[in-house]
């Protein structure tokens, strides 16, 4: 993750040393050329040029945060099948404390829930679902709150957007009462330029991150569910009668209609 950040940064802050190459196009204000990097990011203003690299750099805050999390919250992470199916022979063995030493050093979420579960083994079947239920709870609820960064990114980045708006309109209109109501046009587009860049880069800051959010929130919600079916599932031989429940067919739903999860690989 800190790769990925530094690496965004850095490519940020490179960006500063090649505006030549970002000057393909042009406009003209007053008979001033001015590149595309002076106008999305440059600003004659100091504290409009803060807004606007302080929320680039939320930008490229943003896009290492969204690389890290979809490569965090996968099924190979978070219900992994080797795992299942590993634990599924442990058991059907009768290898308990192996499985119980196997799924205490496993870090993923499937993981989490068998080993609570096997550590109530000895108080009954009833105890065995309630640690379960338990631990379902506590490490969804862990592992979802490293994802809020981006709900904040994205709330935050239009506040600062609409702070760089607000200021570069009190720019515009100081620079008109100064004039007398005759000011400059190159002077009041100063401060104009400034409050739309802003806004712009709030926007861009905002969008992807509260979509990836959303995404990602979603994709692990249905993961943890799955989750849940697979690890009742793994533990169904504690239950009363010691009848081991059939896999779901694929394709087959399960807990309130979300897709059962998938035969792990061997088992009839």
């Given amino acids: 993750m800190r790769r990925v950040l530094f690496a965004m940064i850095a490519c940020l802050g490179l960006l500063a040393f090649v505006e030549p190459a970002l000057a393909q196009g042009s406009s003209s204000i007053s008979g001033k050329?001015?590149?595309?990097?002076?106008?999305?990011?440059?600003?004659?203003d100091p504290l409009g040029l803060i807004m606007t690299w302080g929320i680039i750099l939320m930008s490229a805050v943003n896009v290492g945060l969204s690389i890290h999390f979809a490569m965090k919250y996968r099924r190979a992470t978070i219900i992994p099948e080797t795992t299942y199916s590993q634990l599924e022979v442990m058991l059907e063995d009768k290898r308990y404390r192996d499985?119980?030493?196997?799924?205490?050093?496993?870090?993923?979420y499937l993981?989490?829930?068998?080993?609570?579960?096997?550590?109530?083994?000895s108080n009954g079947y009833g105890a065995m679902e309630r640690a379960m239920e338990e631990s379902s709870d506590a490490n969804f609820t862990k592992m979802m709150r490293p994802?809020?960064?981006?709900?904040?990114l994205g709330n935050v980045a239009p506040m600062c957007g609409l702070?760089?708006?607000?200021?570069?309109?009190?720019?515009?209109?100081?620079?008109?009462?100064e004039s007398g109501g005759k000011p400059d046009p190159a002077e009041l587009a100063g401060g104009i330029s400034t409050a739309l860049v802003t806004t712009l880069w709030g926007l861009v800051v905002a969008i992807p991150a509260l979509t990836v959010y959303g995404w990602l929130k979603m994709k692990a919600d249905g993961l943890a569910a799955e989750g849940m079916v697979m690890a009742e599932e793994l533990i169904s031989p504690f239950k009363p009668g010691g009848k081991k429940k059939e896999a779901p067919k694929p394709g087959s739903t399960a807990m309130g209609g979300r897709p059962a999860p998938r035969p792990s690989p061997g088992k009839a």
């Fill in 111 to 121: 993981a989490r829930l068998v080993d609570s579960a096997l550590n109530e083994a």
């Fill in 163 to 177: 702070f760089g708006t607000v200021y570069g309109m009190i720019v515009s209109f100081g620079k008109l009462v």
């Fill in 33 to 44: 050329k001015m590149s595309y990097f002076e106008m999305f990011f440059w600003s004659n």
């Fill in 99 to 108: 499985a119980i030493d196997f799924a205490a050093n496993d870090p993923s």
């Fill in 147 to 152: 994802l809020e960064w981006l709900a904040v």
